[in-house]
Nanobody
Framework: QVQIVESGGGLVQPGGSLRLSCAASGFTFATAIGWFRQPPGKEREGGACISIIASFVSDSLKGRFTISRDNGKNMVYLQMNSLKPEDTAVYYC??????????????????WGQGTQVTVSS
């Protein structure tokens, strides 16, 4: 059974850090995992993706956000540093059975978690 569960969200002050976790069960290591976010009142946007071949972070988040993976634990992480109020959003983990990241379009991912709220505020 395929299941995705995000965790690690919360309230953090500007300039702080959070690490989000994505527990992906029912997948093999040959799975592309992406992180997306949806700020309040805005559309969902792609942030990062990792596969067995490569990983990447969107240009707007590069330098502050890092994606990593622990295949042994079926976990994917999003390390977020130097957080800003505009990073406030619900963060989603998504997966698709493919060896390469399909990009950062929501339409390219089949399985989704419920999301975890990240609030950056003083």
């Amino acid at each position: 059974q395929v299941q995705i569960v995000e965790s690690g969200g919360g309230l953090v002050q500007p300039g702080g850090s959070l690490r989000l976790s994505c527990a992906a069960s029912g997948f093999t290591f040959a799975t592309a995992i992406g992180w997306f976010r949806q700020p309040p009142g805005k559309e969902r946007e792609g942030g990062a993706c990792i596969s067995i071949i490569a990983s990447f972070v969107s240009d707007s988040l590069k330098g502050r956000f890092t994606i990593s993976r622990d295949n042994g634990k079926n976990m994917v992480y999003l390390q977020m540093n130097s957080l800003k109020p505009e990073d406030t959003a619900v963060y989603y983990c998504a997966a698709d059975f493919r060896r390469r990241c399909p990009g950062l379009s929501s339409n390219d991912y089949t399985y989704w978690g419920q999301g975890t709220q990240v609030t950056v505020s003083s």
